[in-house]
């Protein structure tokens, strides 16, 4: 993944809440109760947005792209902050890996 990635160009970070939402069988309602479980002050959500390249089977992130119309305005709510990986690298050298979400954990 490292090598496909450098590729691409893309920088690779890990995500402490990491719903299955590259698998087709996974629905908008289980990854919505997946992450806003999960959210908490400081940590990196992991979604994903598409299959891996060369790959021939075409699949939809439909569900995750749903989710997200949900996940995002639930969590803003309680006063959490979606930050993006360049922003986090931007920020921090020093800390990569982790994103600002607010100072809150939810209930």
């Known amino acids: 993944m490292l090598a496909i990635a450098s590729e691409l160009g893309p920088t690779h970070t890990h995500g402490e809440v990491t719903p299955p939402d590259w698998d087709r069988r996974c629905t908008a309602h289980y990854i919505t109760t997946f992450v806003v479980r999960q959210a908490r002050a400081n940590v990196v959500i992991d979604l994903h947005d598409g299959v891996p390249p060369?790959?021939?089977?075409?699949?939809?992130?439909?569900?995750?792209?749903?989710?997200?119309?949900?996940?995002?305005?639930?969590?803003?709510?309680?006063?959490?902050?979606?930050?993006?990986a360049s922003d986090i690298?931007?920020?921090?050298?020093?800390?990569?890996?982790?994103?600002?979400?607010?100072?809150?954990?939810?209930?």
Do not use: K, M, W
């Open 89 to 107: 690298f931007s920020e921090s050298a020093n800390a990569p890996d982790r994103a600002r979400l607010g100072e809150q954990e939810l209930p």
């Open 54 to 84: 060369r790959t021939r089977v075409s699949r939809s992130q439909q569900a995750t792209v749903d989710a997200l119309r949900t996940i995002v305005p639930r969590l803003l709510s309680h006063g959490f902050e979606c930050v993006t």
